[in-house]
Every structure is written in structure tokens, then in C-alpha cells.
């Protein structure tokens, strides 16, 4: 029998709230300011991000599985049951790919859209400059982090706080939280700008919908990192 069974709804929700406030809330408290100061040193932007990002990605890698335990049972049974997953069949990986693809395409088509806007005159200009790389180093943990926040985001708001939220509250409340998980997911880029909250909103929304189609983060893991490459590699070019 799952142990998730067994667990109340409270116990459950109260580990949603420890979760989202150790790690989706600290972003949306930090100063739009201080996030995008474009006076920070370059060691502190290619080195330290990354890869606190990379060990916040490890750690949301051992709570997805023991979200995986959780819903096997056992340790035992949650490594058959991840195995078992991890089994790639031919059409799965067709459909995954289709997936990956077709909200890769529609992640740029929401860049464009909101590019178009910021043209139009719709939302202030954005002053924030980006980090490029000027090393082997530094593009090695810039892809580093890249790759791992992308991770980072998926795992979270894409499967770890869902996971707890359909657990702790009642199924009449899942439009309540799918909202407020994009919502905070968009607020947590509020420091690049109203342009990019939108962009992150609609962006979070469409990634939520390939996961639960899916029902695994693996296509919007694959998505999301293409958008973050494709960014890169904009910005890099122009």
C-alpha cells in the first residue's frame, strides 16, 4: 500500500510549505536591484551561481526520489519502480521528443511575442545585462548553470511542490495551487522586469501542461534547457 496513503493531508501540506518557503520564496524577496546589478564581480556571476545552482539541482534530484519511495512504498520498491521508468521505449521516446519539441517551439514563440510587445512600447525597457562568458571557464559554468537551473525550476515547480500540493489539499483546490505555482515561478524573474514576468507566466504554464501530458519533467527538462541555450546563444550573437 503507498505510504501517501497513509500520511494525512496536513502532514503533507505542511511539508508543500516547508518546501516552497525554503526554496520558491527566497527568490520573489529579493530585490529586483540587487538580482540585476550589472556591477557584480564576473567570478560571483560564472562561479558561484552555477554552481550553487548545480547542488540545488542534486538536492531536488534525491527529493524526486524519495518522492518516487513515497509513492512505491519502500526504498526497494521506489529504485524498481524508478528503474522501471527509466525504461525508454521507442514510442515513449517518439512522443517525448514530440513534446520537447513542440514547447521548445512554443517557449520561442511566447519570446517573440513578448520581444514584440517590449518593441511596441507595452513594457519599460529592461536594463539588466546578462552574463557572457569571456573564458572556457566561464562558459563551462555558465552551461553548468544553464543546464542545472533549468533543472532546478522543472524539478520544483514542475513536480516536487505539485507532488506535496495534490497530497495536502483537496482536488477542488488544484486550479488554487497550479495558479499560484506559476504565479510565484513568474514573480521569481520579477528582476528582469514586467516583460519577462509575463514572458515567465505564460513559459511556466505551457512547461506545467507538457509535464502533467507526459507525466514526467524529462520533455520540459528538455524544453526548458533548449529556451535557456537558445537565450545564450541570442545574446552572445547580438
Known amino acids: 500500500m503507498f505510504i501517501i496513503a497513509y500520511m494525512k493531508k496536513r502532514n503533507c501540506a505542511i511539508v508543500f510549505a516547508a518546501i516552497f ?17 550589472s556591477d557584480a564581480p564576473a567570478s560571483d556571476t560564472s562561479v558561484s551561481y552555477p554552481v550553487t545552482i548545480f ?14 519511495c513515497v509513492l512505491a512504498g519502500s526504498l526497494r520498491s521506489g529504485w524498481l519502480e524508478l528503474r522501471k521508468r527509466m525504461e525508454v521505449k521507442k514510442s515513449r521516446f517518439v512522443l517525448d521528443s514530440g513534446a520537447a ?29 546578462f552574463y557572457r562568458p569571456d573564458s572556457v571557464g566561464g562558459w563551462i559554468y555558465c552551461l553548468l548553470g544553464l543546464f542545472a537551473a533549468a533543472f532546478n525550476e522543472e524539478a520544483l515547480y514542475r513536480s516536487i511542490l505539485p507532488f506535496w500540493a495534490s497530497a495536502g489539499f483537496a482536488p477542488r483546490f488544484r486550479p488554487v495551487w497550479e495558479c499560484a505555482l506559476v504565479v510565484s515561478f513568474a514573480l521569481g524573474h520579477r528582476y528582469l522586469g514586467p516583460q519577462a514576468c509575463l514572458n515567465a507566466a505564460l513559459a511556466g504554464a505551457a512547461l506545467r501542461v507538457c509535464a502533467i501530458k507526459r507525466k514526467s519533467i524529462l520533455p520540459s527538462f528538455v524544453a526548458h534547457s533548449a529556451y535557456n541555450l537558445f537565450l545564450l546563444v541570442l545574446e552572445t550573437i547580438l
Open 55 to 68: 547542488f540545488h539541482a542534486c538536492f531536488f534530484a534525491c527529493l524526486m526520489y524519495l518522492n518516487v
Open 101 to 129: 519539441l513542440v514547447t521548445f517551439g512554443l517557449l520561442c514563440c511566447i519570446f517573440a511575442l513578448m520581444q514584440l510587445a517590449l518593441f511596441l512600447g507595452f513594457f519599460p525597457e529592461s536594463r539588466h545585462v
Open 21 to 37: 518557503i525554503i526554496f520558491a520564496l527566497p527568490p520573489l524577496l529579493i530585490s529586483p536591484a540587487s538580482r540585476g546589478a
